[in-house]
């Protein structure tokens, strides 16, 4: 590590990130986002169910928490759906591979390394 140095960047041949267009997620994503926050709502109130039953404290309050999982889950929808709204991808979605180093030309020709 004694011999380790830095290259100098030149900022100026980054990409600009106003340049950069960029294209809608696949509608297909979105239930890909419902079926993740489903999975964990099941689990979230699979644990309340074991909760309540299991504890007279958490018995007490069964309405107030039976209450806030659903609440919980409508807020977390909409704000995920927000953010997919807004979400988009800088290159075609057809040429993208994954685990792979992608490098871009002007005509958006892409070449692995």
Partial sequence: MENFTN???DTK???RFEEVTFSKLDVSYWKIIWIELLFVFVII???AVIGVTNDEKLAENARIIYGLI???FLILLGLLRLGFVKKGLCFPATRCALHLRHHCNKDNHYSLQ
Wanted: charged letters at 10%; hydrophobic letters at 60%; proline letters at 17%.
């Fill in 45 to 47: 109130s699979a644990a």
């Fill in 13 to 15: 041949q980054l990409p």
């Fill in 70 to 72: 659903p609440a919980l």
């Fill in 7 to 9: 290259d100098i960047l």
